[in-house]
T-cell receptor, first 114, second 109 residues
Framework: GAVVSQHPSRVICKSGTSVKIECRSL??????MFWYRQFPKQSLMLMAT?????????EQGVEKDKFLINHASLTLSTLTVTSAHPEDSSFYIC??????????FGQGTRLTVV | GQNIDQPTEMTATEGAIVQINCTYQ??????LFWYQQHAGEAPTFLSY??LDGLEEKGRFSSFLSRSDSYGYLLLQELQMKDSASYLC??????????WGAGTKLIIKP
C-alpha cells in the first residue's frame, strides 16, 4: 500500500517555542493532505486540509495563525505549531491520498509542551 | 449534521468472534472505512466498503448496507493483539472522512 512518512514521531518543546512536523508521501503524489489532532481516548479531529500550491482550509475553531500549514510540493506538507503551549500537547497525525478516497496515515507525532 | 455512531467499548474473549457496528448520517456517501488504532499509534487501514455486502480479509470482514446507513466490522478468532480501538469513518459527498469516536475492544484470555 501507499506509504506516508511523518517526522518527528516524538517531540518535547518548551512553552513559547515553535515545532515543525513534516508529512511526506513516499510513493505517490498527493495534491491534498490532511492534518488531524487526537487527544487521549478521543477520535481523530480534522484540523485542516492542506492543498498543494494554495492556502490550507482550516476547520472551525482551529487557529490558522497558530497552526501554520505549508504544502510546497506534491509530496510534502508541513505543520508548524507556533508559540506552543501545554494545551497544544497532543498526538498530531497527517494523512494523504493517492486517489480521491483512500487515505493513508503517517506514523503520528506525539507533541509534549513543557 | 453529519454523525457516526459506534459503541464506545466492547469486551470479548480470546478465540471468540466480535461484531462492531457503525451507523452513519452524512451528506452524500462514498464509502465506509475501518481503521485499527493501538494506543499511542497512528490508525492503520483495515477495510473500505463502497458497495453493499460482505468483504472478507482473513480474520477480519467488513459489511455495508447503504440502504440502512449501516456497516460492521467482524473480527474472528480473536487474539490478544486485537485489543485496540476500531475507528469507523464515512466518506461524504465532498470525499471528506467523517470519523466515529472509535470502539475500544478489550480482549480477555
Amino acid at each position: 500500500g501507499a506509504v506516508v512518512s511523518q517526522h518527528p514521531s516524538r517531540v518535547i518543546c518548551k512553552s513559547g517555542t515553535s515545532v515543525k512536523i513534516e508529512c511526506r508521501s513516499l510513493d505517490f503524489q498527493a495534491t491534498t493532505m490532511f492534518w488531524y489532532r487526537q487527544f487521549p481516548k478521543q477520535s481523530l479531529m480534522l484540523m485542516a486540509t492542506s492543498n498543494e500550491g494554495s492556502k490550507a482550509t482550516y476547520e472551525q475553531g482551529v487557529e490558522k495563525d497558530k497552526f501554520l500549514i505549508n504544502h510546497a510540493s506534491l509530496t510534502l506538507s508541513t505543520l508548524t505549531v507556533t508559540s506552543a503551549h501545554p494545551e497544544d500537547s497532543s498526538f498530531y497525525i497527517c494523512s494523504a491520498a493517492p486517489g480521491q478516497v483512500e487515505a493513508f496515515f503517517g506514523q503520528g507525532t506525539r507533541l509534549t509542551v513543557v | 449534521g453529519q454523525n457516526i455512531d459506534q459503541p464506545t467499548e466492547m469486551t470479548a474473549t480470546e478465540g471468540a468472534i466480535v461484531q462492531i457496528n457503525c451507523t452513519y448520517q452524512t451528506s452524500g456517501f462514498n464509502g465506509l472505512f475501518w481503521y485499527q488504532q493501538h494506543a499511542g499509534e497512528a490508525p492503520t487501514f483495515l477495510s473500505y466498503n463502497v458497495l453493499d455486502g460482505l468483504e472478507e480479509k482473513g480474520r477480519f470482514s467488513s459489511f455495508l448496507s447503504r440502504s440502512d446507513s449501516y456497516g460492521y466490522l467482524l473480527l474472528q478468532e480473536l487474539q490478544m493483539k486485537d485489543s485496540a480501538s476500531y475507528l469507523c469513518a464515512a466518506v461524504d459527498s465532498n470525499y471528506q472522512l467523517i470519523w466515529g469516536a472509535g470502539t475500544k475492544l478489550i480482549i480477555k484470555p
